[in-house]
């Protein structure tokens, strides 16, 4: 078992930045591929990013590409998001996942484990 706590989520002018970060506990987060999500209101769940367990892939949606970078720190337990150049429809709740294995996917039904989530806002 692993619980994942997501942090630095909050109100951002467009053109800002924000770091997200999900820290592990439990188990340690070296064991585990990672993976953000975001939901915004009304519409489903959409992949963002994903980083296998090694770190050296990175996965990123089409909407995020160039603007948002996934990383991973073993030592701190912990995988980050960097956002920039933050657009309005960027607004939504971020989620941390996490599943077991080397390999990082797309597919939010094929994560193990997930945190409660950050909201993210960003004014025009």
């Known amino acids: 078992q692993v619980q994942l706590v997501e942090s630095g989520g909050g109100l951002v002018q467009a053109g800002g930045s924000l770091r997200l970060s999900c820290a592990a506990s439990?188990?340690?987060?070296?064991?585990?591929?990672g993976g953000w999500f975001r939901q915004a209101p009304g519409k489903e769940r959409e992949f963002v990013a994903a980083?296998?367990?090694?770190?050296?892939?990175?996965y990123y949606a089409d909407s995020v590409k160039g603007r948002f970078t996934i990383s991973r720190d073993i030592a701190k337990n912990t995988v980050y998001l960097q956002m920039n150049s933050l657009k309005p429809e960027d607004t939504a709740v971020y989620y941390c996942a996490a599943r077991s294995g080397w390999v990082a996917t797309t597919d939010n039904g094929r994560y193990d484990y997930w945190g409660q989530g950050t909201q993210v806002t960003v004014s025009s």
């Open positions: 439990g188990r340690t987060f070296s064991s585990y591929a």
């Open positions: 980083i296998s367990l090694s770190g050296g892939r990175t």
